[in-house]
């Protein structure tokens, strides 16, 4: 996602300090409300919430494919776990690996995941790697993956990521996404209108953006500028913080009140996030909303803000991902949970997991109707899917237009015991789809092409 990117500076400028800390989501899952007596749905069997056979034995015969023999299939996965800590990655191909294989792997081969640890600034070197012994990628994220992007396509090496964040990266060719982003439109249309029309619309003129102090968060800045005057709003107060946090919000937070900010978009990590809020709430004052976004949507944003989310709001929008905290009403959210005790166990299922699980899901399912598997099969398959739901993990996505923005969203908000949903109208299950279309006017960087590298799709097999 995208602004998995707010974080990642802060993490570069603390590398260059000697330190450590992690970006992305982090945290426990969201606690579910459900009947005691409730039960998981078994894990076994081929099916995955609305999908069929998934997985299951075959007779598969030798494969031509670089990655691709009679018994397995090598799929690579990207994670900066050695830099951040953050194992949700390798985690989700451990469960999703683990119980496809037990079904018989696709049509009879098993899956072997094969970690790639970029350690943050080593994604070319991975990259290099990637493409001497991986069928695919699947189900990864690196936070500098823009770096590698021309290095994957000089190899010809098909990816579904869980995550795309830098812009060459971002709707680069042969990149499948199962759900967004996109690069030449504001991933939060809808989220925005909600926000400046109909929750509060006497905060459109009144939109302050804090960031941290990096060229790359201020082209973001600038990205959410443009678009909330697009949709007839207008940051009124802008501001940048050190990259590497700040030990005293407080002048920051009167700053805010002084020019009476009623609406905040907050671009930098959650605990930071939490530590201005408490300064706001220390000197008494509370925007109508601040757009804490998706990396702030775990526990520890919850703990670390206490009790300042008792004034406090907070929304983020998941695009269009079914919540954790209403998870019984999606069988598929529950057999995510179910997979994850069994084969990941005391490991916490989080929203980039639900987008991993999502990107492996389509690799697997392309994967298998595949008569002779090859790159060229996998990565038409999958763009055959024209109402993706990854059985129940989102809204209907097509896969066909990987850069034409979903009209579906799902907002979630804070209170002091956790997240919630959002009372945001929503008019298909826990989705609103109508979010508007807001193209970017702006330069901010364009996606890799295989051109750019001498190649075409002729070159694909």
Excluded at 191 to 220: C, H, M, R
Excluded at 238 to 256: C, E, F, H, N, R
Excluded at 329 to 353: C, H, M, N, R
Aim: hydrophobic share 35%.
């Amino acid at each position: 996602m995208r602004r998995l990117l707010i974080g990642v500076v802060t993490v570069i400028a603390v590398l260059l300090a000697g330190c450590s800390t992690r970006s992305g989501s982090t945290g426990s899952e969201p606690e579910e409300t459900r009947d005691a007596t409730q039960k998981e749905p078994p894990v076994q069997g081929a099916d995955f919430g609305t999908l069929k056979d998934v997985c299951g034995k075959g007779d598969a015969k030798a494969g031509t494919a670089q990655g691709v023999t009679d018994k397995e299939i090598k799929v690579g996965v990207f994670t900066d776990m050695g830099f951040n800590k953050n194992s949700e990655m390798p985690d989700t191909a451990k469960a999703f690996t683990s119980w496809c294989n037990e079904l018989g792997g696709i049509n009879g081969r098993k899956l072997v995941p094969v970690i790639h640890d970029a350690k943050l600034m080593e994604v070319r070197q991975r990259m290099q790697q990637a493409c001497k012994e991986d069928f695919a990628l699947v189900g990864g994220s690196a936070a500098l993956d823009g770096m590698a992007v021309k290095d994957r396509l000089g190899c010809l090496l098909p990816a579904f990521p869980a995550q795309s964040s830098l812009a060459p990266s971002i709707g680069s060719d042969l990149q499948v996404m199962s759900a967004g982003p996109y690069s030449a439109y504001f991933q939060y249309g809808g989220f925005y209108n909600w926000l400046l029309k109909e929750k509060f619309p006497s905060s459109a003129q009144d939109v302050g953006i804090i960031s941290g102090d990096s060229p790359v968060t201020k082209v973001i800045g600038a990205q959410f500028e443009e678009s909330i005057a697009t949709l007839g709003g207008k940051v009124s107060y802008s501001d940048l913080y050190p990259t590497a946090g700040v030990a005293d919000w407080t002048p920051y937070a009167q700053a805010i009140k002084s020019k009476k900010v009623k609406g905040l978009v907050f671009l930098g990590q959650f605990d930071q996030l939490a530590k201005l809020e408490q300064a706001l709430t220390s000197i008494g004052y509370a925007p109508d909303w601040i757009d804490s976004n998706s990396n702030s949507y775990n526990q520890n944003f919850i703990d670390l803000a206490g009790s300042a989310l008792g004034t406090q709001h907070n929304y983020a929008e998941l695009f269009a991902t079914h919540p954790l905290e209403t998870g019984s009403d999606s069988e598929a959210i529950q057999q995510v949970k179910a997979l994850f005790e069994k084969y990941a166990p005391g490991k916490p299922v989080t929203y980039p997991a639900l987008r991993a699980f999502s990107a492996w899901l389509l690799f697997a399912t392309a994967a298998r109707d595949c008569a002779e598997l090859t790159r060229k099969c996998v990565y038409d398959n999958a763009l055959k899917q024209t109402e993706w739901t990854a059985g129940g993990i989102q809204a209907p996505f097509d896969v066909s237009k990987q850069d034409v923005p979903s009209k579906c969203y799902t907002i979630v908000e804070t209170t002091p015991e956790g997240w919630k949903p959002a009372d945001f109208k929503p008019d298909n299950g826990p989705y609103r789809c109508d979010a508007p279309v807001v193209k970017y006017k702006g330069q901010y960087g364009a996606p890799a092409r295989l051109a750019d590298v001498g190649k075409s799709m002729d070159d694909l097999k």
